[in-house]
């Protein structure tokens, strides 16, 4: 089905607009590498965990062994910052893909000479790509569970495992909201890309940037998720925003970037 088709489909739900964008992106996602996607990042995350289990565990264990360090806490240190990384790619591949769908086929005319929302359109879309990054924080946690059985390092910590797959979620929804706002601007998918790549690679392991750039509080959030460690950050003092910081902050950032992208997206003149 056609982008026009399934929005069509959409806007002859009566009463149910919102439902019907829902199902109508649905529809426009199945058949890309979307849901791929949202499974190969926390495979590659995991996998990379056994690499370093197979070629460094003796070293990585020591901690462990000696009582020093638990055992949720030997597998975040070497991959929480990769963690956050990952999610941050993420953002930007999610972001980039949902509207390529729209830019690629040049159907932005087509779908708003319907009587369909432009608001409701872009928030579907953030909610989408929102549902599939929790998605797949939610897998990394899992693959840090099967390395902790794996391992055998004590009893699965599901709580902080929890703790650390939410927070590090919600603390990438601004980020989330920034790219896709980039993306729905630009036709050619070029730059967002480039900045979703670069950004996180310089902006999360710069502790002087301020804790609430987009960049920055992700990494807020595993420090306080991980007690302050983080992979190729031990000495850094990464802490300072608590889960409550962290989640007034993405909250009131998102909202924010949400509503710039639905205003940018209404007003703007379609061709």
């Not at 995350?45 to 638990?70: A, C, D, H, N, Q």
Request: net charge positive; proline share 4%; with cysteine.
């Amino acid at each position: 089905m056609s982008s026009v088709d399934a929005t069509r489909v959409a806007a002859s739900t009566r009463g149910a607009t919102a439902r019907g964008l829902l199902v109508a992106d649905w529809r426009r996602m199945r058949g890309t590498w979307l849901f791929p996607l949202t499974v190969l990042g926390p495979v590659g995350v995991t996998l990379l965990g056994v690499i370093l289990f197979l070629l460094r565990g003796e070293y990585m264990l020591k901690p462990f062994l000696s009582g020093e360090k638990s055992g949720f806490m030997v597998v975040t240190e070497q991959l929480g910052m990769i963690h956050v990384f990952a999610i941050g790619l993420g953002a930007a591949l999610l972001a980039s893909m949902i509207v390529d769908l729209e830019h690629r086929s040049e159907t932005w005319k087509a779908m708003f000479s319907l009587p369909v929302s432009r608001a409701g359109t872009y928030v579907v879309k953030f909610v989408w790509c929102a549902v599939l990054l929790a998605a797949s924080s939610a897998l990394m946690t899992l693959g840090y569970s099967s390395l902790v059985v794996w391992q055998r390092l004590g009893a699965v910590p599901w709580a902080d495992l929890a703790t650390l797959g939410a927070l590090v979620w919600i603390a990438s929804l601004p980020l989330l909201a920034l790219q896709l706002f980039i993306s729905t601007a630009l036709h050619n998918q070029a730059l967002p890309l480039t900045v979703g790549i670069l950004a996180p690679i310089f902006g999360m392991s710069m502790s002087d940037l301020a804790p609430w750039t987009p960049w920055t509080l992700m990494t807020q959030a595993l420090a306080y998720a991980t007690g302050g460690l983080a992979a190729g950050a031990q000495t850094e003092s990464l802490t300072g925003f608590g889960p409550a910081q962290v989640c007034t902050v993405a909250v009131g950032t998102t909202i924010v970037l949400v509503l710039c992208g639905t205003l940018a997206l209404a007003r703007r003149e379609i061709r």
